[in-house]
């Protein structure tokens, strides 16, 4: 079973930036294939970007493109995620997922979420 533990959440203005980690464990973290989601009140959880075993490959919601990037540090057992050009809609709770493949990553290990609040 794979642990995940998120960081960096926060308040902050529209416009402004913030930069969530994941720490994951229990698993050999470069066979991992790892995603943010968010949930906002009321919606239903989305993905928000994941990013391969290697960080070559990368996907990013439409809502996100431009603004948003995801990267990983193998060697440190860590995801990141660079979140610039906030927007009100941006706030939900934001959740590291790990799982195997793309395919499965809403199946897999989920980490307790970081809440992230855009104020206009």
């Known amino acids: 079973q794979v642990q995940l533990v998120e960081s960096g959440g926060g308040l902050v203005q529209a416009g402004g930036s913030l930069r969530l980690s994941c720490a994951a464990s229990?698993?050999?973290?470069?066979?991992?294939?790892m995603g943010w989601f968010r949930q906002a009140p009321g919606k239903e959880r989305e993905l928000v970007a994941r990013?391969?075993?290697?960080?070559?490959?990368?996907y990013y919601a439409d809502s996100v493109k431009g603004r948003f990037t995801i990267s990983r540090d193998n060697a440190k057992n860590t995801v990141s995620l660079q979140m610039n050009s906030l927007e009100p809609e941006d706030t939900a709770v934001y959740y590291c997922?790990?799982?195997?493949?793309?395919?499965?990553?809403?199946?897999?290990?989920w980490g307790q979420g970081t809440q992230v609040t855009v104020s206009s």
């Open positions: 997922a790990a799982g195997t493949t793309a395919a499965n990553l809403r199946t897999g290990s």
């Open positions: 229990g698993r050999t973290f470069s066979s991992l294939y």
């Open positions: 990013i391969s075993w290697g960080g070559s490959v990368t």
